[in-house]
Structures are given as C-alpha cells and as structure tokens.
Nanobody
Framework: QVQVVESGGGLVQAGGSLRLSCTAS????????MGWFRQAPGKEREGVSS???????YYADSVKGRFTISRDNAKKMVYLQMDSLTPEDTGMYYC???????????????????WGQGTQVTVSS
C-alpha cells in the first residue's frame, strides 16, 4: 500500500520561510519523480516544483529563486524549502509522485500516480 504523507505547513508572515517535508512508502522511491502542487481556494491545483529520480528539478515561474526542492532517497524524503513567502503562496500544498518526467515541465499533474493528503500553508500580509 502506497502512502504519501506531507508535513511542515503552517502560518507565517510575508517574507518568512517554511520547509515542507514529504515521505513516500510502499513504492521504489528512487525510481519515482516527486512533486509539490498547491491549490488556493477557488483555483485549480497547480504544479509548484518537482524533482526527478536523478535530481533534475522544475520550478514554476512564480517560485523560481524563492523555493528549493530536494530529495533524500536513503530516507525516502522530499523537501520544499520556501523562502520570501508572499500571501500569493497561500494554499493547500500536496506532495505527489509519478513515474513520468517532462523536460521543462517536470512532473505534470495528469501524470501523478499518488497524492498526499495535503498540508496548509498560510502567509499573512
């Protein structure tokens, strides 16, 4: 049984930082791309950042230079370091896994095979 579990969300002031963590079990972690998606109220879920099994990374334009994704295959963990947060970063953040990788696009939403339950990130102004 595959389980994807996020942690690390919370409330932070604009300009602050948060670090999200995600663990995935029940699958061959090192063979999977991992990604972070977010969904704000009334909006579609969008890709934020993803990392391939070999360490290639993708960032949405809105987070480039502020967010950093990393993975530790030995611990079966993926992290999202979020700096210089703005209220526009508010939303539910979902960790996801998949076997596909698209150059320039990373892990696409329609190619996700497993989702986590989400962790809320709220940035106050």
């Amino acid at each position: 049984q595959v389980q994807v579990v996020e942690s690390g969300g919370g409330l932070v002031q604009a300009g602050g930082s948060l670090r999200l963590s995600c663990t995935a079990s029940g699958l061959t972690f090192e063979h999977h791309a991992m990604g972070w998606f977010r969904q704000a109220p009334g909006k579609e879920r969008e890709g934020v950042s993803s990392i391939s099994w070999s360490g290639m990374t993708y960032y949405a334009d809105s987070v480039k230079g502020r967010f950093t994704i990393s993975r530790d295959n030995a611990k079966k963990m993926v992290y999202l370091q979020m700096d210089s947060l703005t209220p526009e970063d508010t939303g539910m953040y979902y960790c996801a896994t998949g076997l596909a990788w698209n150059y320039g696009l990373g892990l696409r939403r329609d190619e996700v095979t497993y989702w986590g339950q989400g962790t809320q990130v709220t940035v106050s102004s």
